[in-house]
């Protein structure tokens, strides 16, 4: 049975991740970081407390990107086939607030992963979650060869990120590669973040429970994926023949605006009515437009997204308005059940870990 070690595991793609991995047969080990609260509710569904008797492939440990004593034990006590490295402060607005924390998590924490395999000597293949913001301000449409500029603290982190793990490839021979993933989104998206921000609100002003959104830049144009078909990249990523990097995305980029008239218009609302502008949310340093070029995904890894824009924002509103009790118009899960024959089910019943 095949070991992998999930950073990140409580995130939105950790979750999924393990998902796929324990559809695989993997046993999953999560790191997971101590908190006061409950912080495991994206993965809740699929874990079993060995205390009950039940048998599990998923098994939790404590430990934090802050932390090399923590990396070190983890990696040497589990000596996993594999490593994903999804744990970060992820949030670009958050990082102007938090630069000195960001750049610890989210820049050296990944050297501190990478340090404890070497040090661990460990046949291991690492994967690290590289972000579409490092091109920041670099011309669309963004390839493998698009020069970074960075333009956050969050994006300046992840860039340190992805030229350690390239070199800690080339100067040591370990297996470590980096998925440059634009954005990608999903109903377990964090509730801080633009798009999962906007699909909840729709739902709460439909319930009446809300009246107005605030928001910052309308205008920026991101590339939106479907989260659960970018996980599975990363996976493939670590499977093939020799390590490389490599940009995942759709090929499509929209605006904040278009992604309300999308939302909005879903349950028969004008966004113009609720939404309103409010400076705290805009950055210092914007990034106006990213839109991936997948071309080397799809020769390399015969990697391409099922889901796109309008398909995705579907998947989100059904999801939230549900969550309130609302009726769905449904649409977002029977385009899953038509186009998406994988592993993963929106309403994550699918995997079964007990086998
Ligand atoms: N989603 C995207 O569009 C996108 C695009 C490109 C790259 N990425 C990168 O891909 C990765 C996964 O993204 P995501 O959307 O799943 O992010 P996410 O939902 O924000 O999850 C981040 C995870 O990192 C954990 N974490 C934060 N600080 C930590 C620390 N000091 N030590 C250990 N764990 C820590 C969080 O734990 P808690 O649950 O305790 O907070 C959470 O499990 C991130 O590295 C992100 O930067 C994401």
Request: include cysteine.
């Amino acid at each position: 049975m095949k070991k992998a070690l999930v950073t990140g595991i409580s995130g939105q793609d950790g979750s999924y991740l393990t998902e796929l991995l324990l559809s695989k047969g993997y046993q999953v080990h999560g790191m997971i970081r101590r908190s006061s609260t409950f912080n495991t509710g994206r993965i809740d569904h699929i874990y079993r407390d060995p205390h009950n008797g039940d048998k599990t492939r998923l098994l939790l440990h404590h430990g934090d990107l802050a932390s090399s004593v923590s990396l070190a034990n983890l990696i040497s006590e589990i000596e996993p086939d594999e490593i994903y490295n999804l744990a970060a402060q992820s949030h670009v607005r958050v990082s102007f607030d938090l630069p000195e924390y960001t750049g610890d998590v989210t820049g050296i924490g990944t050297l501190r992963i990478l340090e404890a395999i070497r040090r661990s000597g460990i046949d291991t293949r690492f994967y690290q979650a590289s972000t579409s913001e490092m091109f920041g301000g670099a011309a669309p449409p963004q390839t493998e060869a698009t020069p970074f500029a960075p333009q956050s603290p969050y994006a300046a982190a992840k860039t340190y990120a992805h030229w350690v793990t390239k070199n800690y490839r080339e100067a040591y021979g370990i297996f470590a590669c980096s998925g440059i993933l634009f954005n990608h989104e999903s109903p377990r998206r964090g509730e801080t973040f633009v798009t999962r921000k906007v699909t909840r609100a729709v739902a709460a002003i439909k319930a009446g429970k809300q009246k107005h959104l605030y928001l910052g830049n309308l205008d920026a144009k991101r590339d939106w994926g479907y989260a659960p078909e970018y996980v599975e990249v990363m996976w493939r990523l670590l499977q093939h023949g020799e390590p490389l990097d490599i940009v995942i995305g759709t090929g499509e980029s929209r605006t904040v605006r278009e992604f309300l008239e999308e939302a909005f218009g879903y349950v028969g609302l004008d966004y113009q009515d609720y939404v309103r502008i409010d400076e705290r949310y805009f950055r210092p340093t914007e990034v106006d437009y990213l839109l991936a070029d997948p071309r080397m995904a799809r020769e390399v890894l015969g990697w391409e997204p099922k889901i796109k824009f309008k398909d995705l924002v579907r998947i989100m509103m059904d999801a939230d308005l549900e969550l309130l009790g609302l009726e769905a118009p449904g649409d977002g899960k029977r385009l899953l059940s038509d186009r998406f024959d994988g592993w993963h089910r929106w309403d994550d019943q699918l995997v079964s870990m007990d086998k």
